[in-house]
């Protein structure tokens, strides 16, 4: 005879651990869960405001340098060592889980203009005002042995600036023009110069490891090709009759430069330095005004503002490798850590909470467009000189707007044209 | 030894005469162009014309007079080469050619970056390798054999067809996983079950009959035996001649014998008997006839009918099986396990019980009998007859669940497109538009027949409530809907309604509904603004109207408001004024990414939470766009990596609006203090 009982499966009822909170079926039938919109609106909301509470993105200071920071560099290998660079000459190791420097090395007589770190990891170079590029081992001598570098190289102008290839042993120095060197040589492979203008920054492309770009003291950007002979293309951003109101970030299409992608403007001030997110989605600057900023790479205005009491003018900013946490180097000899997101909690967080913090990232992201939850995500403090200036500068973008469209309602119509934000921002483009 | 040396010397003695040693020149003040290896040509300052190389040629007797002819016209020519373009020219140029090979390289960048962007999720680091414990046939794949042991164990491995690397499947299980999916696979299982069952039945079926003595049942068996055989020899001839020659012969043969035989000749002892009784009975008469009919048919000549005759006779034979006949009642449409007769079979079951009862009668028993021991009586006829009902049963059964699966793939593209979108009124199907389904309009059926329920009931609950319908003398808009049953007793319900006639003989609820919303309607219609001014530019005075033009022209009209949300609800009044306190929390403006109110409003109103959603469903939407590891470096993309051959062109330059992550540059203002 056979029995046909009921069977139960024990793992829809049965919980995996005693830590576990008992699992209950659920009905989802609508009608028993009603109000869906205004129950998902009220915890959107209350999300927006845990958000701005838990919003605390200062995590340790690094003090010890004797003079402003120069410049910083991460290690290409590990993420809990870094190196700055001071105007006094002196380069510093730091540990950042720990905080403390591990290694001080008086590099340059001057000021450290640039630090890079090679691909492997193994070694870093230092340019300074003292007209050297300096080679050092990233382990530390041993005990009684002088810090000495690796390899010294004599140039015959001040180098301002350093990067290394991604994957070769080739590195570039700006300064009088821009060399590409060989680590086997003690002279430049190639050197490009266009006019005669001096370079203060130049930057190896991540992805396209053979390009490279510099800014000159002309204020132009120009782009090189490792492999050709001479530079690919020059570009004149911005006006100089609106100088004063252009304290922004530009980003450009290497194939378009005839007008940039998009126009970053927040900064009160000169902008110093600039380091992209790993992941390639924001970036953030550092800027005259004491004030760090992040921005996603396609919006025109910043997502985040980061500033203290005591950071004075920051001169240099980099995002750490696991798109973490952001560095930023500052007149007053401290190297601050800040995290990307400043409301993250930090560590492991077990599978509740991942999902928790999911579900309210997305509630905010819904709602995002209610003025409530806007206004809550929106606010931001800012010191009050700061924002005395950013009024001020409204004010004159404002006036300056009001001129434009008086010119253009008492002239010939199509005589002024009406430009968008992103064609008022390119004089030339020189090829 | 020596004298070789002694030759050497004398040699380089004699150059040293030819070409005395010049003095080296050297470095007395820095020089832009500073050779390392510090070795400087001979005679560097010195020039060298081309009528000096040019010279020796017309010396040297190997070289050929014509050539000497051109080089002696080249030397005597006047023109000029054209001048080199000066050298802003030619770097420009040359950086023209660069920039555009550089473009049109990073361009190969732009179906990845696009790739990325539409992304719905990225997990950096990137291209990563899964850590933990790998799969032993990765492991494996990279491993060769070496030594010839090694060698020999992996002939004979390939000689047994086991596998060795990545497929763990021996060639035979790959065919027979080739050979049948699991759809396949079950439907032939249901298919040998089906059979197995029947077989099973056929066998029991046998057995009884075997057992059965009565000899009128075993005639009209052999007749319809034969009848079947017959059709299948038609068919026979149709489909396996061969087959058909052979009984053919059979029958051949079965006709002779009959032909011998006095079988069916009526000349047997009970031929002889009924002959006596033929006179008197007419059965007799019959059955005789019968026997002679029978012989008859057997004696014939089989005649092979021709095809179109033979199609006719096939068509009116055709066995149908049994279940078309069925009627397919619908009980429940959305059960499909409903839909078998085994739930509503009562009925007929008792039909057939009857006819059993009839043909007992017709054997000559009683019929009180009959119905006193109903269950023990019922003959072999009838469980057989049950049991083949079993079988058409399960025929059925077998059929709907074959139909429904090919509807079911049909239906998969609803699935598929199974949105977010919660149903729950007709206003929701408007924005849907294309996800209409009629399971959708059900639903509110539910709570439709619940309010029928709750209108049909008040007769029950005699106080409590007011019944519309019996008060009020206005017709009502009609609605249909099934109604239960209602058992009210008349004398109560007239004296009912009398009383709430009495009760409320003053009110006319509904007219005063009417006004109300007639009234608001109204008050929503843009009013015409009169702006006349009587006397202005005429003579005025009373009973002086302003003219047409003037009211034609200062009479202003607005434009009618959007029809209001409840025009075409007769029974409903529905505010549109905008609240204080909620407005505070609504969206004023249409948000940039949504083209209409009716898609962001469908893209709110759709629920994430785990309150609304299950489990999956919830850890689908709520997924981050970008997640990152924690205390991975996340390296820059590697080109070999990501792009395998250079397929794109210059010439398919494309303007990305939202740009190239990396390729980008990001330029600032630098002014350092």
Not at chain 1, 135 to 156: C, F, H, M, S
Not at chain 2, 565 to 580: C, F, N, W
Request: aromatic share 6%; with cysteine.
């Amino acid at each position: 005879m056979k029995v046909k009982v009921l069977c139960r499966n024990p793992d829809d009822y049965v919980r995996e651990t005693t830590r576990d909170i008992q699992r209950v079926p659920r009905n989802y039938d609508p009608t028993l869960h009603p109000f869906e919109v205004p129950r998902e609106y009220t915890r959107a909301l209350n999300a927006t405001k845990l958000e701005r509470v838990f919003a605390k993105p200062f995590v340790a200071s690094l003090d010890g340098h004797r003079d402003g920071i120069s410049c910083i560099t991460k290690h290409a290998k590990s993420l809990s060592t870094i190196i700055s660079g001071a105007c006094d000459g002196e380069v510093k190791v730091w540990n950042l889980p720990r905080q403390e420097c591990l290694r001080t090395v008086q590099a340059h007589e001057g000021f450290v203009r640039g630090i890079c770190s090679r691909f492997c990891g193994t070694s870093f170079f230092t340019v300074g005002d003292d007209k050297t590029i300096k080679q050092w081992n990233w382990e530390a001598p041993g005990y009684g042995v002088r810090e000495e570098p690796i390899n010294t190289i004599l140039g015959k102008a001040v180098f301002t600036g350093i990067d290394h290839h991604q994957r070769e042993g080739t590195f570039v120095t700006c300064g009088q023009t821009v060399d590409i060197w060989d680590e086997q040589r003690s002279s430049p492979i190639r050197s490009f110069s266009w006019g005669v203008d001096s370079f203060s920054c130049v930057r190896y492309n991540p992805v396209e490891t053979e390009l490279l770009a510099s800014c000159a003291s002309d204020r132009s950007v120009v782009l090189y090709d490792t492999r050709e002979s001479a530079p690919l293309r020059k570009v004149l951003p911005f006006m100089t009759n609106e100088i004063t109101l252009c304290f922004s970030l530009y980003t450009y299409d290497i194939r378009h430069l005839d007008v940039p992608v998009t126009v970053h403007m927040d900064h009160v001030s000169a902008v110093l330095d600039v380091d992209y997110s790993p992941t390639g989605r924001e970036f953030v600057s550092a800027s005259f005004d004491k004030t760090i900023r992040i921005f996603p790479k396609d919006k025109g205005h910043s997502r985040e503002v980061y500033h203290t009491k005591r950071m004075q003018h920051v001169i240099c900013v980099r995002w750490s490798a696991d798109n973490k946490y952001v560095l930023s180097g500052s007149d007053e000899m401290n190297i601050r850590l800040w995290k990307a997101n400043a409301s993250e909690k930090l560590g492991l967080l077990s599978a509740r909470e991942k999902a928790a913090t999911h579900y309210n990232k997305k509630l905010i992201e819904k709602f995002q467009h209610h003025p409530q939850v806007r206004r809550i995500a929106r606010h931001r403090h800012l010191p009050g000189d700061i924002l005395k200036q950013k009024r001020e500068l409204r004010e004159m973008r404002e006036a300056r707007r009001r001129k434009e469209q008086n010119v253009r309602k008492h002239s010939k119509p199509g005589s002024v044209p009406l430009l968008t934000e992103k064609e008022k921002h390119v004089v030339a483009v020189v090829e | 030894m020596q004298n070789e040396n002694l030759v050497q010397i004398s040699f380089f003695n004699q150059l040293m005469l030819v070409h005395p040693r010049k003095k080296q020149n050297e470095r007395s003040e820095a020089s832009v162009q500073v050779s390392e290896y510090f070795v400087n040509a001979e005679g560097t300052g010195d020039k060298v014309n081309l009528s000096d190389l040019l010279g020796t040629v017309e010396k040297t007797s190997g070289a050929s007079n014509k050539t000497k002819k051109q080089l002696r016209n080249l030397q005597s020519s006047k023109e000029t080469l054209e001048l080199p373009l000066n050298k802003q020219q030619t770097e420009k140029i040359q950086r023209g050619i660069a920039y555009e090979k550089t473009t049109a390289e990073v361009s190969c960048w732009k179906n990845i970056i696009l790739q990325n962007q539409k992304a719905e999720q990225m997990v950096f680091p990137l291209n990563q390798e899964s850590s933990g414990p790998k799969r032993v046939e990765q492991v494996v794949a990279g491993w060769k054999v070496q030594t010839p042991l090694e060698q020999e164990i992996f002939r004979l491995l390939h000689g047994s067809r086991q596998p060795v690397n990545d497929p763990v499947l021996t060639p035979v299980e790959e065919q027979s996983l080739k050979a049948m999916s699991l759809e396949e696979a079950k439907i032939r299982r249901a298919e040998l079950q089906k059979a197995r069952a029947l077989q099973s039945y056929y066998e029991a079926k046998a057995k009884r009959e075997k057992k059965i003595k009565s000899k009128k049942y075993h005639k009209v068996q052999n007749k319809a035996k034969r009848k079947d055989f017959l059709k299948q020899f038609d068919e026979m001839v149709k489909t396996n001649p061969e087959g058909a020659l052979e009984e053919l012969k059979k029958m051949e043969l079965s006709r002779m014998e009959e032909r011998m035989s006095l079988k069916h000749q009526n000349s047997g002892k009970w031929a002889k008997s009924k002959a006596i009784m033929a006179k008197y009975d007419d059965s007799a008469r019959k059955a005789m006839q019968e026997q002679l009919q029978m012989n008859k048919d057997l004696t014939q000549k089989m005649v092979v009918p021709s095809d179109d005759e033979h199609e006719s006779i096939e068509e009116g034979l055709e066995t149908v099986p049994d279940f078309v006949n069925d009627p397919e009642t619908v009980i429940d449409p959305v059960n499909p396990w409903m839909r078998g007769q085994l739930t509503h079979e009562e009925p007929e079951r008792r039909t057939r019980k009857r006819k059993s009862l009839e043909n007992l009668k017709g054997r000559g028993k009683p019929a009180s009998e009959v119905v006193e021991e109903d269950v023990v009586e019922v003959s072999d006829k009838e469980e057989e007859e049950d049991e083949e009902e079993d079988v058409s049963e399960f025929n059925t059964l077998f059929r709907l669940m074959r139909s429904e699966k090919t509807p079911g793939e049909e239906d998969e593209e609803g699935l598929l497109s199974e949105g977010q979108i919660r149903v729950r009124s007709i206003e929701d199907l408007e924005v849907l538009d294309e996800v209409v389904e009629p399971r959708a309009i059900e639903e509110p059926s539910a709570p439709q027949t619940a309010a029928a329920e709750a209108t049909s009931e008040p007769p029950h609950k005699k106080k409590r409530e007011i019944n519309l319908k019996e008060v009020l003398t206005k017709e009502a808009k009609a609605v249909r809907l099934p109604f239960l049953p209602t058992v009210v007793d008349e004398e109560e319900r007239d004296e009912q309604i009398s009383i709430i006639k009495e009760a409320f003989a003053g009110d006319d609820v509904i007219s005063d509904f009417i006004k109300d919303k007639s009234r608001q309607e109204a008050a929503g219609r843009p009013a015409v603004v009169d702006l006349t001014l009587p006397g202005w530019g005429e003579w005025g005075g009373v009973g002086l109207k302003p003219p047409r033009w003037k009211r034609k022209r200062f009479r202003i009209k607005t434009a009618p408001p959007p029809p209001r949300q409840d025009q075409k609800l007769p029974d409903v009044i529905i505010s549109e004024k905008r609240t204080a306190s909620v407005a505070s929390h609504q969206v004023s403006q249409l948000p940039f990414p949504f083209q209409n109110t009716a898609q962001f409003e469908s893209s709110i109103r759709t629920p994430i939470g785990s309150t609304w959603n299950t489990q999956t469903v919830v850890k689908n939407m709520t997924k981050p766009k970008v997640v990152t590891k924690l205390g991975a470096i996340i390296e820059p993309m590697v080109k070999e990596d990501f792009i395998k051959s250079k397929t794109t062109s210059a010439g398919d330059l494309v303007f990305l609006s939202n740009c190239p992550e990396k390729i980008n540059f990001i330029i600032f203002f630098c002014c350092k203090p």
